[in-house]
């Protein structure tokens, strides 16, 4: 959807996302409660910080759909960083469930030497770079021409 829409017209697609994220962080957050209320400290055999991590994660993300639809669109650089910090995290996430968590599936040197934990967190280094690329430089943008020491924009009045 973000390569196919239009710049600034959101869509149903979009309401249905704020939906799907709204529900997902609220479950994931509810979950956390109930393992940190629960005696073990545990819901389906895992702590309370995870579940509060990923809902949050998912409310971030809700937050930032409410903002766009109330904008009406979002267009340019804002499009792409909200792309790329959505893109960027779930591969982050998606790496560190291999590299992390399934360690004993790679060579011992590449445990060792702190390659896995290197390749876990790669795709959240490069998600600043990018972020910073594209939201603070002006390598995107065409500089305008200048007509007789004014901008265009600015020479009509």
């Not at 799907?20 to 400290?41: I, K, M």
């Not at 968590?101 to 702190?114: C, D, E, I, N, V």
Request: charge should be positive; aromatic fraction near 10%; glycine fraction near 10%.
């Amino acid at each position: 959807m973000t390569a196919r829409r239009r710049d600034g017209q959101p869509g149903i697609f979009d309401w249905g996302a704020l939906l799907v994220a709204l529900s997902v962080g609220a479950v994931t957050v509810t979950y956390g409660l109930e393992a940190a209320l629960s005696p073990t400290g545990l819901k389906n055999g895992d702590p309370a910080g995870p579940y509060f991590f990923l809902g949050s994660v998912a409310l971030l993300a809700a937050a930032g759909d409410v903002r766009m639809l109330v904008r009406r669109g979002i267009t340019g650089s804002h499009r792409i960083a909200r792309h790329l910090w959505r893109m960027c995290f779930a591969l982050f996430i998606a790496a560190g469930s291999i590299f992390l968590a399934r360690q004993h599936l790679f060579p011992a040197f590449m445990r060792k030497t702190g390659m896995l934990v290197f390749l876990s967190f790669l795709p959240l280094l490069l998600m600043v770079f990018w972020l910073i690329r594209v939201r603070f430089t002006n390598a995107d943008k065409k500089k305008r021409p200048v007509i007789g020491g004014l901008a265009p924009s600015l020479s009509a009045h």
